[in-house]
């Protein structure tokens, strides 16, 4: 033992005894060097010379010491170059039994900037095929040592990021996937609210990559909108609703879509760049045309077409008021080729790009139904078809399946060819609303004689 006495005892089971090692630790340390210095292959035993003051130093509770001598351990090894010895040492350190969290947190500490750059989730630059697989060891041997431990969660958030980049830069999409998913770093405290943000768009955009779209859906809920919604939060949100752009592509979901580039186009960034501003507005618009009959569809067109950006886009600005008239639309319609020109239409392949097309056909066949459902009670099916540019089957099929998405009441007389859009009314529906108007008539006059009653008496 050292001659230096304690600097402190238990007392009472409430403090452990500490015993200062600080002079012994120096002497040692300054040892081990002056034997790496002689020849690099007395490494072994400068480790064994400190490993023997580690387990001092810990059970003693000297902190201080006990830092100092696992951080000349790693510094040692790295002199020496033999990396083998250095991820030997750090796990052995870390996992001795009853270590200190000083000490753990030292480790990882000193040997961060040996695979990642400066403060941030950069694996660093390798030249060849054996220091890229011993910066992916060490990074390994990190990940498994912070662990499960709270205090060093920002470390395990950055090597989890460097370790998923690195994968991903070998092709290895699912693996890089697999990897960030195993971090909830939305339970993590020592994290900004922005760190969290930008980890959790980084496991939907690899989780795009790997196709896995239920995955993705489920990590997109961990974000809180309200948050990238905040001022100096405009590239995350862009950056989120530009995810979504992708599987909502993946889903067909046309009014989503719209949300999403509404979302984009509402961004002050892009406000204040007008090429941006306007793809995101046109694609806007685009996929609202898109989206099947809805109040909630109907409410979006309406707070766009009041948009005074959208005067300086021709082709959306009529397709807009085409959608909100209750007047027939002809099909194509005047701007269509303009808009089906866009390169939303044409950058995720001709399979989605016919689907969109054949989509818009069927929103303006539906539209023409809704409005002749308005100004007819019942109609020849024929005539309806002549009017709609359609044929008799064609129009049956899409009256049918409005009528089974309960979009429009019809019912279809095929011997007579007739189609009936109003629902006949029951005797009983029929008093009902005669004793409604009866009821109103009533009170109309109740009002009236008060309202005389009343200036007679005032003018007296």
């Known amino acids: 033992m050292s001659s230096d ?11 452990e005894e500490r015993v200062d090692l600080s002079k012994e630790t120096d002497e040692k340390i300054a040892q081990a060097r002056s034997l790496i210095e002689t020849s690099q292959s007395n490494l072994r035993e400068a480790l064994a010379l400190l490993a023997a003051l580690e387990k001092r130093c810990r059970i003693g509770n000297d902190s201080p010491s006990l830092v100092s001598v696992c951080e000349a351990s790693l510094q040692l090894c790295k002199d020496c170059s033999d990396e083998e010895a250095l991820i030997s040492t750090l796990k052995n350190l870390a996992t001795r039994r009853s ?3 000083k000490a753990v947190s030292a480790l990882v500490e000193k040997a961060i900037p040996w695979v990642l750059k400066g403060k941030g989730f950069e694996p660093l630059d390798v030249s060849n095929e054996e220091q890229k697989a011993i910066r992916e060891k060490l990074v390994v041997a990190l990940r498994d040592i912070t662990d499960g431990k709270i205090f060093l969660e920002r470390e395990r958030a950055r090597l989890t990021r460097a370790l998923a980049i690195i994968k991903e830069q070998d092709g290895d999409i699912p693996g890089a996937s697999d990897v960030l ?7 993590y405290g020592s994290l900004s609210k922005r760190e969290k943000i930008e980890f959790i768009l980084e496991q939907m955009r690899l989780t795009l990559g790997k196709k896995d779209y239920v995955r993705t859906a489920i990590v997109s809920g961990k974000i809180n909108r309200k948050a990238i919604a905040e001022e100096g939060m405009e590239q995350e949100k862009i950056q989120y609703f530009t995810l979504m752009t992708e599987y909502h592509k993946h889903e067909r979901n046309s009014y989503e879509l719209a949300k999403d580039y509404h979302q984009i186009y509402q961004t002050s960034t892009v406000q204040a760049n ?11 618009v685009v996929f609202l045309s898109l989206s099947p009959y809805s109040m909630e569809q109907q409410d979006m067109l309406n707070r766009i077409n009041i948009d005074p950006n959208l005067e300086k886009i021709i082709a959306c600005k009529d397709t807009v008021k085409l959608f909100l008239k209750k007047e027939f639309i002809k099909y194509p319609m005047p701007y269509q080729s303009e808009l089906e020109s866009l390169s939303v239409f044409h950058a995720d392949g001709e399979v989605l790009m016919a689907h969109w097309k054949k989509t818009f056909r069927t929103r303006i066949i539906q539209h023409n139904v809704r409005v002749a459902s308005l100004y007819y009670r019942r109609i020849h099916g024929k005539r309806l078809a002549q009017l709609l540019g359609l044929s008799p089957d064609e129009l049956e099929r899409e009256i049918a399946n409005m009528v089974s998405n309960g979009d429009v009441y019809a019912k279809i007389d095929r011997p007579c060819d007739i189609i009936r859009f109003a629902q006949k009314k029951t005797p009983e ?3 009902s609303d005669w004793a409604s108007d009866v009821s109103s008539l009533l009170n109309l006059v109740e009002s009236t004689t008060h309202l005389i009653n009343k200036e007679n008496m005032m003018s007296q």
């Open 5 to 15: 006495g304690p600097s402190g005892r238990a007392s009472g089971g409430q403090l």
């Open 99 to 101: 270590q200190k969290t």
């Open 181 to 187: 998913q195993e971090v909830h770093v939305e339970t």
């Open 274 to 284: 007008e090429e941006k501003w306007r793809e995101a507005l046109q694609c806007t």
């Open 429 to 431: 529906a029929v008093l």
